[in-house]
Each structure stands twice: as structure tokens, then as C-alpha cells.
């Protein structure tokens, strides 16, 4: 299959906790999913949630095991996931375990992530970590409710950037509109879901504490937000976030006319602002696409924000 760039198609999935109307307005989404608080820009779980890329007429999974050398890559799936996200409400408190839990909880594999903030409100803010110093303390203050004294909260700087390993407690509050990179995984444990009744059941979702106990980070490391230097870079403003054979790259393209960024493996290039071209293919606010590896140079034309995500095999340093 001769290499092309092509666009992703995002996968949408009802949440509870919704959105409001920015990611439809101002990211051109449009989906009987109303209201919509999550796109999946790239994702490819067989049977699950899975890209179509429309050019092709194939699926993201389909195209990872029909194409390999698009992506030269070390893993028998896809290995990263990009979404964005904008919440009407705070997302559930959860954590998302280590490969090894997850192979005994579902055969899959835990998903390690992280988030960078495209806008917050003056008072926005995440649940992240917590503050219990052992496993019998943080079980007495979640069976006793002590939500206060037990969850940690951070303001939302927007343009932070924050690494979420796993084990780490975290929640997407309300009104702030991130950026994620992830494992090409889908395990959750939730904590806790302030007793919410999810309309399509009639009852409150399900929630794992037992698993969360035995998961959760302890002591939590009290991660902070980072706000991270950028360089100028052949006509662009290149903010490196991180880069981490067998995990993912996540760098971040700012585009005011023209500049050439050259990156040797497969990528994911999603606008998070603007519109331009990619080596003359068009691309505006929203939309993703997929590089194939070894493409070459990246000429980058336009007013454009765009966040590159791909990945480096194991042995890559």
C-alpha cells in the first residue's frame, strides 16, 4: 500500500458527564452524540472504538495490520491514543492500573497518560492525587466519605502540561478543555462518582474500590503541572512535553506562516487551533492526521496549532 497522508476520522462515545457546545462550534465535530464532551481523534480498539479513515475505506486497526510499515513499530496494536476532551461536569474520581493488574483484570494493557490544558476557566481544576499517607488511612477516608481531607485538587494553567502514571488519582473537572495522549488502552477504576444516576440505566455507575485500593499510588508523588520552554525551530514553535521509547512522543507545532519540522518515525498531527497544509494537504481546528513513517520533512503552512503525537520502539534511544 503506497504511503499517504490521510485524514482520521474521530470515534464518538456518549458520557454521562457530557460537554458543551465548543467542541461542535469550534472543532467542527458533528455527531448525533449530543452533548458532546469527549472525540476519540485516534483510536484503534477492534470492536471497541475504532477510527475509520474514509480515503481508505479501512479502519485504524485494520490499516496498523495491513500497512505495518506505516508505523514501524514494535507492538502488536497501535500503541498510542489521542482524545480531547471538554466536560460539562467533573469527570469521575479513577485511576487507570499497571499493565501487569490489567492483564489479570480484562487481558488488556494500563494506560499510563497525560494532559495538556487548551483553556480552563479563572476557577478550573483537576482532581489529582491525593493525600492519605498509607493503604488503611486512604480506605478509612474513602468508606467514611472524607472526600476533603482525602483528594488533592490543582488549578488549571492553561498551556500545563502534567504526566499521569499509573496509579494516579485523577479527574477532568468541569469546563476544562484538554489535550490527551495515551496507551492505546481502555481500563478504568473508579473511586467514586458523586452518587450520579446515569440516565440510559436509572442507577449509579459501577465503581471499583477494592481495585482501586490495590492499585492506587501510595504514598501519591504529588505530581505538580509543568509549564514547559519552548524553542524557535525552522519557523516554528516547538514545545518538547515528552518523549519516551515504549510509552509515546508528544510535541507541540505552532505555526504562524511557514516552517519545516522533521520528525523520522509515523505521526499523528491534531489542530488544536487554525487552519493550513501539512505537505499541501489541508488541515483546520480539529481534524487529525496520520504521517506514515518515513515521509520525510514536514512543511507546515498557515496560522496552525497543532500537537504531534507518535511513538518510539523500545530499543530506540
Known amino acids: 500500500m503506497k504511503k499517504e497522508i490521510v485524514h482520521i476520522s474521530p470515534y464518538y462515545e456518549p458520557r454521562m458527564w457530557g460537554g458543551g457546545t465548543r467542541l461542535e462550534t469550534e472543532f467542527h465535530y458533528h455527531t448525533d452524540v449530543k452533548p458532546l464532551g469527549e472525540v476519540y481523534n485516534v483510536v484503534a480498539l477492534p470492536g471497541h472504538a475504532d477510527c475509520e479513515i474514509q480515503q481508505l475505506k479501512m ?19 497501535l500503541p498510542i491514543r489521542v482524545n480531547i476532551l471538554d466536560p460539562m461536569d467533573d469527570l469521575s474520581i479513577q485511576l487507570h492500573p499497571d499493565d501487569a493488574f490489567a492483564r489479570t483484570w480484562n487481558g488488556g494493557r494500563g494506560k499510563p497518560e497525560a494532559w495538556v490544558i487548551l483553556d480552563a ?19 478509612r477516608m474513602t468508606e467514611n466519605r472524607e472526600w476533603e481531607k482525602l483528594l488533592r485538587y490543582l488549578h488549571t494553567p492553561v498551556g500545563g502540561f502534567i504526566d499521569i502514571p499509573a496509579g494516579t488519582l485523577h479527574a477532568i473537572g468541569k469546563g476544562v478543555l484538554t489535550y490527551n495522549i495515551s496507551r492505546n488502552a481502555d481500563l478504568t477504576l473508579r473511586l467514586y462518582d458523586y452518587d450520579r444516576i446515569d440516565p440510559n440505566t436509572g442507577t449509579t455507575r459501577p465503581i471499583q474500590p477494592e481495585a482501586v485500593y490495590d492499585n492506587v499510588n501510595l504514598p501519591d508523588r504529588l505530581i505538580e503541572f509543568e509549564m514547559l520552554p519552548s ?35 509515523f505521526c499523528f498531527l491534531t489542530a488544536a487551533k487554525g487552519e493550513g497544509t501539512v505537505n499541501g494537504i489541508p488541515v483546520r481546528q480539529g481534524e487529525t492526521i496520520l504521517v506514515p513513517a518515513g515521509m520525510g520533512a514536514l512543511q507546515i503552512c498557515g496560522n496552525l496549532d497543532l500537537f504531534l503525537a507518535s511513538y518510539r520502539n523500545r530499543e530506540q534511544n
Open 59 to 77: 479502519t485504524l486497526s485494520e490499516l496498523y495490520t495491513a500497512a505495518p510499515d506505516w508505523f514501524d513499530c514494535d507492538t502488536k496494536e
Open 121 to 139: 476557566p479563572e476557577d478550573g481544576q483537576i482532581q489529582f492525587g491525593h493525600y492519605a499517607k498509607n493503604r488503611d488511612e486512604f480506605v
Open 231 to 265: 524553542s524557535l525551530e525552522q519557523g516554528l514553535k516547538a514545545t518538547r512535553y515528552w518523549d519516551e521509547p515504549g510509552l509515546y512522543t508528544l510535541i507541540r507545532l505552532e505555526c504562524e506562516d511557514r516552517g519545516t519540522f522533521i520528525h523520522d518515525r
